[in-house]
């Protein structure tokens, strides 16, 4: 099967097509139009921003995308688009684009959800794939830490997943962003609050481990963030970059400690086969290297990571997401569906 991925959920325009079978899947062409030089000077994502560039850039790039994968629309057996959550601007470029080009050309179109796509990325790791039809691979655990999500789910088989925990408040990598907005740190933040905490003293800085031993699955990261502003508070008005570091370093131990933590007690309880790291966040090097000592303590449970490629918002995770469901569903579900699709910017997974 021949797949279309289409993905704007928030800044990044992007699409891919890929080919897929149940025993490989293979990337014909990716594209991502990046907006952070947009945004920038906002310090953020603006919305009205975001959609119009959506707008102006996804036509180019999908002949770009087909182009790169010798293919025409025509010869696309299907396409998925992601519908939501995300930004509703963002989202409805994605989502128009492709029911008109599912309308026109009488095209399946599958609807995605982002965060599914995250939880399949880790099956983009090579040899990997076959995992998704292997029962050996469930139950699953997945963690999904991303700008928006910090969520916990168990597994059963491919689009059969429950709810375990969520962040109460702050997203990881909005409690990120917030922290580098804090240090005054370029955007995006959370990339050089993590740049800068690889050259500090973790141990520097006691923050709080919010929740960590509570009797639920749950996160919160809010109370870590303001540890981190009343810290600021107390300390010299010129701050150094060895300090800058330290508090750097110690934010980011105690956010990981808590996301390893939890995910570690909801594979040991769940008697999960599997533990699966996506989102945007699972980009980070101690992130990866401390689940890695983690899940190492657990010799029957295997550990998939996203490709650091896979990590952001992308339209591969789309077009993977999509193949499962037209497997699990038929793809004869999605014929002329497109009528019947509509961005979503509160989807919930569960």
């Known amino acids: 099967m021949i797949i279309l991925g289409i993905e704007t959920s928030c800044d990044e325009t992007a699409l891919a097509v890929l ?14 139009s990046s907006q952070t030089a947009i945004h920038k000077k906002w310090g953020g994502v603006v919305p009205e921003l975001a959609a119009r560039r959506h707008t102006q850039v996804i036509i180019p790039l999908l002949k770009k995308t087909l182009a790169e994968a010798k293919t025409r629309l025509e010869k696309i057996d299907a396409l998925a688009v992601t519908v939501g959550p995300g930004l509703i601007t963002s989202l409805q470029v994605g989502v128009e684009t492709a029911k008109t080009v599912a309308w026109s050309l009488s095209k399946p179109l599958i609807p995605v ?30 963690l999904v830490v991303s700008g928006g999500h910090t969520e916990l ?33 370029p955007y995006p933040g959370g990339p050089q609050v993590a740049k ?3 050259c500090g003293n973790p141990t520097k800085f006691n923050f709080p481990r919010p929740m960590i031993n509570s009797n639920n699955l749950n996160f919160s990261f809010a109370g870590l963030k303001t ?9 010299p008005g010129t701050k150094n970059e060895e300090l800058v ?22 594979a040991t309880t769940n008697k999960a ?22 899940s190492a303590n657990l010799p029957r449970v295997k550990l998939l990571i996203s490709p650091l490629e896979f990590t952001g918002d ?15 569903s038929g793809l004869k579900v999605f014929k002329n569906s497109w009528s019947k699709i509509n961005a979503d910017a509160n989807w919930e997974l569960w």
């Not at 540890?227 to 300390?235: D, F, G, N, R």
């Not at 980009?283 to 401390?290: G, H, I, P, T, V």
């Not at 992308?314 to 699990?328: D, S």
Request: charged residues 20%; positive net charge; hydrophobic residues 45%.
């Open 19 to 32: 080919r897929i079978n149940n025993r490989r899947c293979q990337v014909l062409s990716s594209n991502i």
């Open 153 to 185: 789910y168990l597994i059963k088989n491919l689009g059969q997943q429950k709810l375990l925990g969520r962040t109460l408040d702050d997203a990881t990598g909005e409690a990120f962003d917030k922290v580098a907005k804090m240090l005054k740190l």
């Open 227 to 235: 540890a981190v502003l009343y810290t600021l508070k107390k300390l």
């Open 113 to 142: 959800n982002h965060i599914s796509g995250h939880i399949i990325s880790s099956f983009l790791t090579s040899g990997q794939w076959r995992g998704t039809r292997n029962k050996s691979t469930f139950p699953v655990v997945a």
């Open 273 to 294: 086969k599997t533990i699966l790291l996506g989102g945007g966040v699972s980009a980070n090097k101690l992130l990866r290297s401390e689940f890695k000592k983690a």
């Open 314 to 328: 992308n339209a591969v995770m789309i077009a993977a997401a999509g193949y499962i469901e037209a497997k699990k």
């Open 196 to 198: 800068l905490a690889a």
């Open 245 to 266: 570091a330290n508090i750097c370093a110690s934010f980011q131990q105690a956010a990981i400690d808590v996301l390893v933590k939890k995910t570690i007690k909801a």
